[in-house]
């Protein structure tokens, strides 16, 4: 992969181990100090290349039903209300069946799971 940051032409693997080992050692060092000014520009190195080395991608939509199922606490049996049956549930959360559109309205609204995040591939 090409680097689009010329700082990070030369910023090899054995570098960014470098760079998190003295983060992690003075990560406590106030702003403003030699070593928090160190830890700053070390930490924007280090997510500049793992943004660009380790992209993440969106979720998928599964992904993003089973993240707010997690973050309310919810059970796969509490979606048979949104989703109409129970083997329906099972079938969407194992990827054996598409979500429809009233799903995904319903989703949106009763979950608040962005729409956008549920029309992806």
């Known amino acids: 992969m090409m680097s689009s940051s010329p700082v990070l032409d030369n910023y090899s693997h054995r570098d960014h181990k470098s760079a998190l080992a003295i ?3 003075h990560f406590s060092a106030k702003r403003g100090t030699p070593w928090g000014n160190i830890v700053e520009v070390l ?18 939509p599964i992904d993003a039903i089973k993240f707010r199922m997690d973050q309310l606490g919810l059970e796969n049996g509490d979606l048979v209300q949104i989703m109409g049956t129970r083997a329906r549930v099972w079938e969407v959360l194992n990827g054996k069946r598409n979500l429809s559109i009233k799903i995904i309205r319903k989703l949106h609204t009763k979950l608040g799971i962005p729409a956008e995040a549920l029309l992806t591939e």
Do not use: D, N
């Not at 280090?46 to 979720?59: Q, T």
């Open 23 to 25: 983060v992690e050692k």
């Open 43 to 60: 930490s924007m190195l280090i997510e500049k290349y793992e943004e660009e080395r380790f992209p993440i991608g969106p979720p998928t």
